[in-house]
């Protein structure tokens, strides 16, 4: 079992940053590959990034690519989600997620685990 708590969100204006954690707990963490979604009122949750767990290769969402960074420190088991040039449509629900595989995915079902999100909203 792993426990998953996201942390970070808050309100910023367009073109500002914010850092999203997530800290994870239970299982071996280095294990499980992490992913961040994000879910926008009255839409599906939508894939925005993943990381091996060797932290290796990285995956985005086209819409956040050069904008966003995935990172995990396996010492402390935590993920963190850096968010730069932030836009409106950005504004969601972010979610981290874990799966005990060590291939990376971008689909929100083959996810084991979820945090239990935290809000982003970003103003124009």
């Known amino acids: 079992q792993v426990q998953l708590v996201d942390s970070g969100g808050g309100l910023v204006q367009a073109g500002g940053s914010l850092r999203l954690s997530c800290a994870a707990s239970?299982?071996?963490?280095?294990?499980?590959?992490m992913g961040w979604f994000r879910q926008a009122p009255g839409k599906e949750r939508e894939f925005v990034a993943t990381?091996?767990?060797?932290?290796?290769?990285?995956y985005y969402a086209d819409s956040v690519k050069g904008r966003f960074t995935i990172s995990r420190d396996n010492a402390k088991n935590t993920v963190y989600l850096q968010m730069n040039g932030l836009k409106p449509e950005d504004t969601a629900v972010y979610y981290c997620?874990?799966?005990?595989?060590?291939?990376?995915?971008?689909?929100?079902?083959?996810?084991?685990?979820w945090g239990q999100g935290t809000q982003v909203t970003v103003s124009s």
């Open positions: 997620a874990a799966r005990g595989s060590y291939s990376i995915s971008n689909i929100p079902a083959s996810y084991d685990y």
């Open positions: 239970g299982r071996t963490f280095s294990s499980f590959t």
């Open positions: 990381s091996s767990w060797y932290g290796g290769p990285t």
